[in-house]
């Protein structure tokens, strides 16, 4: 062979085999070395998982101990057990199938639930379903009180557990009782400077204080301080507006103090600034309209046609779904997560009690 590889043609076909031989072997042990990412490893989620189970299974198998997980949670959670045995190999699917799914705290996510930009890690709707992850809680038990207005007693609210400040009917976001229902008041002269009343002081009052026509306020004179304290102020600045509590109110001269401060002065942009009351029993008086009392009462005026004895009524506990924790400081982020086709309803937002004003753009 020794001479045959010499020939003319025959050794060319020795030394090329030869070659290859080498090139094949150090190729091979090359792809050995290398994570294998040609896969995707697949978690399934369904409203009827179990998030004590490996979520590889689509569906439960008959003896139930093992299927798809139930939420989020669980499959995050899923994902870090993963890591924890050694870096991701493979990018990580999790398969949401249709159905609903009530959440009660948001879906956390931190560096160490990060994928990789070779192993992403996917929340995605299953195929052609649609995942619906609410954060909200049905109200039932309405009873007719008269006047056409419902009521339903939610223990947790008295309790001081619960709050909240939007409501949704049949899947509509129904309006929080307001005066004047339709267009607006207005405001009839600016406060400049005065006696604030959280400090019994002198103060600039220019955004925090403003005289109102006596007639536009006359149903808040008879209410305590405590439920005046729930009552909002919807300021109209131009194109901006500011959400503002009620600190306390001058019966003698319709001077609104407010607990928080606007973003502009009131009366900076003209003569003649809007602004709407919300959130009292007494501006309960069309249907369509709601209203949370403290002591756990909630009253809605059904629309025509609505039966609230098969409506359904929701409220929402979250203020958020999904909340990203990144370590900024430390260089350290949340990467290479997607979501896709998943759908969130029912988040709300209570006002603090400082009120919310920005200096850009309207806020509901």
């Known amino acids: 062979m020794a001479e045959a590889g010499r020939m003319k043609g025959g050794g060319t076909k020795v030394d090329g085999f030869a070659n290859n031989s080498v ?24 409203p009827n998982g179990n998030d004590e189970w490996s979520g590889r299974l689509p569906e439960p198998n008959k003896e139930r101990t093992d299927g798809p997980l139930a939420s989020l949670e ?12 050694g870096p991701l190999t493979e990018p990580v699917r999790v398969v949401v199938k249709g159905g609903l799914y009530t959440m009660t705290r948001p879906l956390v996510l931190t560096p160490e639930d990060s994928g990789t930009e070779d192993c992403p890690v996917t929340y995605e709707a299953a195929p052609g379903e649609r995942p ?50 339709k267009f607006y008041f207005y405001v ?38 405590e439920k005046l304290r729930d009552v909002t102020v919807v300021l109209y600045h131009s194109w901006a507006i500011s959400r503002l509590k009620i600190l306390d109110i001058d019966p003698r001269t319709g001077i609104v ?10 009366l900076w942009w003209g003569p003649s600034q809007r602004y709407h009351l919300e959130n009292f029993k007494e501006a309960l008086d069309e249907p369509g309209e709601w209203f949370l009392d403290r002591d756990g009462t909630l009253y809605y005026w059904p629309l025509p046609g609505e039966d ?26 949340v990467e290479h997560v997607k979501f896709k086709g998943l759908s969130f ?6 006002l603090p009690p400082e009120g919310y004003s920005d200096p850009q753009a309207a806020c509901k």
């Open 345 to 350: 309803r029912y988040a709300g937002y209570v």
């Open 23 to 46: 090139a094949g072997l150090f190729l091979g042990l090359f792809l050995l070395a290398l994570p294998q990412l040609t896969g995707t490893l697949t978690l399934y989620v369904s």
């Open 188 to 225: 009839a002269n600016k406060v400049p400077y005065g006696i604030d009343p959280a400090t019994g002081r002198p103060a600039n009052l220019e955004r925090r204080a403003f005289q109102a026509r006596l007639d536009d306020i006359r149903p808040l004179l008879k209410l305590p301080k």
């Open 74 to 85: 669980g499959a995050r959670d899923a994902i870090r057990g993963l890591k924890r045995k």
């Open 132 to 181: 619906v992850f609410s954060g909200g809680r049905r109200i039932s038990g309405f009873r007719p009180i008269g006047g056409g207005i419902w009521a339903a007693r939610i223990p947790e609210v008295a309790e001081g557990k619960w709050y909240f400040e939007q409501l949704y009917v049949n899947g509509r976001g129904a309006k929080r009782a307001r005066l004047p229902n």
């Open 308 to 333: 609230l004895t098969k409506a359904e009524v929701v409220a929402p506990v979250l203020d958020e779904f999904i909340r990203i924790e990144g370590e900024p400081e430390k260089g350290r982020w």
């Open 257 to 266: 103090y407010l607990a928080g401060k606007s973003t502009w002065p009131i």
